[in-house]
């Protein structure tokens, strides 16, 4: 059975434990860059295939990345990447990116604002959680 664990919500910023019969198999982390697709996105298949006026119509993207510490058995791979490409509401201003990603290290650490933002590091993204104070961390680590 699979379960889902979102361990940080933040305003622009999810994190997601993907876990099997007790076994995390990935960590998934959801970015509103509330920005358009940038100019290496738009390199990517399928964008690289679109009208230029099409792909500049949509403001704002939202980068899913799958991380896990070896590469993903393709089924997994498969129902991740279906599982969250529901999260987003696809507009004509608004889509995604999906990208996994390999971190070797991923499960040697404790979960943590260094964990966090290792992970996002790791992945390219230009977020960084600030350390906050514990009673801020109670309010913003629940749903």
């Not at 699979?2 to 998934?28: A, C, M, P, W």
């Not at 697709?37 to 980068?63: G, H, Q, S, W």
Request: one cysteine or more.
């Amino acid at each position: 059975m699979i379960s889902l664990h979102r361990i940080l919500k933040l305003r622009d910023l999810e994190i997601f434990q993907v876990v099997r019969n007790g076994t995390i198999i990935s960590y998934v982390v959801i970015e509103d860059t509330r920005n358009p697709f940038t100019e290496e996105d738009k390199k990517l298949d399928p964008l690289c295939y679109m009208d230029e006026e099409d792909i500049n119509a949509i403001l704002n993207v939202f980068r899913i990345s799958i991380i896990n510490d070896e590469k993903l058995n393709d089924e997994d791979l498969d129902f991740i990447t279906s599982f969250f490409s529901n999260f987003v509401n696809n507009t004509n201003l608004t889509n995604f990116i999906i990208t996994d990603y390999i971190q070797e290290d991923l499960y040697d650490y404790e979960i943590n604002i260094k964990f966090f933002n290792k992970i996002l590091k790791n992945i390219g993204s230009n977020y960084i959680i600030e350390e906050f104070d514990k009673m801020n961390w109670i309010y913003l680590s629940q749903d």
